[in-house]
């Protein structure tokens, strides 16, 4: 009796931690005041518990200036109106230095219903110091009725005769909506991350099939591992910072039995972390920049 009174007691408390909070992610575009012609792509993830709203912001998917931000809020449920800020940059592969980051703040009426939900309106600009920059528009439809459309979309791709199966298989827009969530690095991109930490922990590991690819791993210029194969076993490195710029250079030796050197990446300070796919040829690389503030 008492193993089950503990096993209801449990479903309860399950029960009860799934309806207090609540997962969205939302995709679409941003458009700056000045510029009709001009589209930036967003996506917005974010939990929202009691009101409050944590996450995070993706702008520039996969661009060349693609930035990540923490965002916090409220959702009144009531009255509808979600409010959210860009507070903090977790990294950017944008030249731009981070005093000229221009950050959205929104405040609007939202059905956050998980299916249907859009999200649209105009959001003000902020610089870190509070001061404005450049406003503009919102536009993001809820992920759940994107898959929908791009499922019936890709149906009709593969069904069709006039398509041949390498494009189907290249252009599957399910692949490619998929792709917009792994944050990669390619070659000669420079990726800066920001922390206060004064160590960081940097995982590497292959979460695909192993193929024997080879990296080194240079911190600034200073061989940290040299022709290391990836596997699926987590290879972990500590490293001091010091303030200001930490670089750190990821070169691929070889591309395994498989096309391209892929290696996922897991960066880990004392508040956060930070999830990467390097994606490399032979001899390409890329480097990561990790700024201690």
Do not use: W
């Amino acid at each position: 009796m008492k193993i089950l009174k503990n096993f209801f007691f449990f479903l309860t408390f399950i029960s009860y931690i799934s309806h207090s909070q609540t997962n969205h992610e939302f995709y679409g575009a941003i458009k700056l005041k000045g510029d009709d012609k001009k589209m930036i792509t967003y996506r917005l993830v974010f939990a929202e518990k009691n009101g409050l709203i944590k996450g995070y912001s993706v702008t520039d998917l996969d661009g060349s200036h693609e930035t990540k931000n923490l965002i916090s809020g409220s959702y009144d449920k009531k009255n509808k109106i979600f409010t959210f800020k860009e507070d903090d940059i977790l990294y950017t592969k944008s030249k731009f230095s981070e005093d000229s980051f221009c950050f959205v703040n929104f405040t609007g009426k939202v059905k956050l219903i998980e299916k249907t939900s859009k999200l649209e309106g105009e959001f003000k600009g902020l610089f870190n110091n509070k001061t404005k920059c450049i406003d503009g528009t919102l536009t993001l439809i809820g992920s759940d009725k994107i898959f929908n459309l791009v499922t019936k979309v890709n149906k009709k791709i593969q069904k069709s005769k006039k398509i041949d199966e390498t494009s189907k298989e290249k252009y599957n827009p399910i692949k490619i909506l998929d792709s917009l969530k792994i944050n990669k690095i390619t070659k000669d991109e420079d990726l800066i991350v920001f922390t206060k930490s004064t160590k960081v922990t940097v995982s590497f590991y292959d979460d695909a099939q192993e193929d024997g690819d080879i990296i080194n791993i240079l911190q600034n210029n200073q061989y940290v591992l040299r022709n290391y194969k990836i596997t699926k076993n987590k290879k972990n490195i500590t490293l001091d910072l010091v303030k200001g710029e930490n670089e750190f250079t990821i070169e691929a030796v070889n591309e395994g039995s498989i096309s391209h050197c892929t290696a996922r990446i897991e960066i880990i300070d004392e508040e956060r972390s930070f999830d990467l796919l390097a994606i490399l040829k032979k001899d390409d690389k890329a480097k990561i920049s990790i700024m201690k503030r």
